[in-house]
T-cell receptor
Framework: AQSVTQPDIHITVSEGASLELRCNYS??????LFWYVQSPGQGLQLLLKYFSGDTLVQGIKGFEAEFKRSQSSFNLRKPSVHWSDAAEYFC??????????FGAGTTVTVRA | NAGVTQTPKFRVLKTGQSMTLLCAQD?????MYWYRQDPGMGLRLIHY???????AKGEVPDGYNVSRLKKQNFLLGLESAAPSQTSVYFC????????????FGQGTRLTVV
């Protein structure tokens, strides 16, 4: 069975600074990897996905993520955060048995 | 284009009461999912369906039942609500060939007192 670990529960970053959110997954085969963002009181919105090919993927809102098979990681990055990036971020892995499993989430606070 | 719609958005139940949450999608997706979201635990899969008339258990299925009588609808039932089922419930759907890229509803906040 697959699983996802997000080691950081909460990250505080200054506006304009860079952001990196960590994600480690466990899955026996080639995973389908996702990052979702959830703003307060809202549903989840897909930021980006990795299925195959180029290991550096670009997403919406200026986010990117890099798949590193050797480290079983799929870390999310943004070079310069905006106050509107304050939200909860979820890493997820999809598998061949139809399931989509999520990490516990990382809450990002942006300070002025 | 409504996407994934959940009904209701909020509900308060007394312990022992029953209720049904409705999820409707208008994207002709084959797969549908019900998750619950609790602080510090992310989203946990309750039940899912890979097609009309087919359902399967996820990680935390106890206390819940589901039905997928129509392709566009996925119902989540609580037969006898318990305080431990206080949570935010999310429905999601995806195409069979989308490698699980899912679209989510806005959530249902359920409180059991």
């Amino acid at each position: 069975a697959q699983s996802v670990t997000q080691p950081d529960i909460h990250i505080t970053v200054s506006e304009g600074a860079s952001l990196e959110l960590r994600c480690n997954y466990s899955y026996g085969a080639t995973p389908y990897l996702f990052w979702y963002v959830q703003s307060p009181g809202q549903g989840l919105q897909l930021l980006l996905k990795y299925f195959s090919g180029d290991t550096l993927v670009q997403g919406i809102k200026g986010f990117e993520a890099e798949f590193k098979r050797s480290q079983s990681s799929f870390n999310l990055r943004k070079p310069s955060v905006h106050w509107s990036d304050a939200a909860e971020y979820f890493c997820a892995v999809g598998s061949n048995d139809y399931k989509l499993s999520f990490g516990a989430g990382t809450t990002v606070t942006v300070r002025a | 284009n409504a996407g994934v719609t959940q009904t209701p958005k909020f509900r308060v139940l007394k312990t022992g009461q029953s209720m049904t949450l409705l999820c409707a999608q208008d994207m002709n997706h084959e797969y549908m999912y019900w998750y619950r979201q609790d602080p510090g635990m992310g989203l946990r899969l309750i039940h899912y369906s890979v097609g009309e008339g087919t359902t399967a258990k996820g990680e935390v299925p106890d206390g819940y039942n589901v039905s997928r009588l129509k392709k566009q609808n996925f119902l989540l039932g609580l037969e006898s609500a318990a305080p431990s089922q206080t949570s935010v419930y999310f429905c999601a759907s995806s195409y069979r060939d989308s490698k699980r890229k899912a679209f989510f509803g806005q959530g249902t906040r359920l409180t059991v007192v």
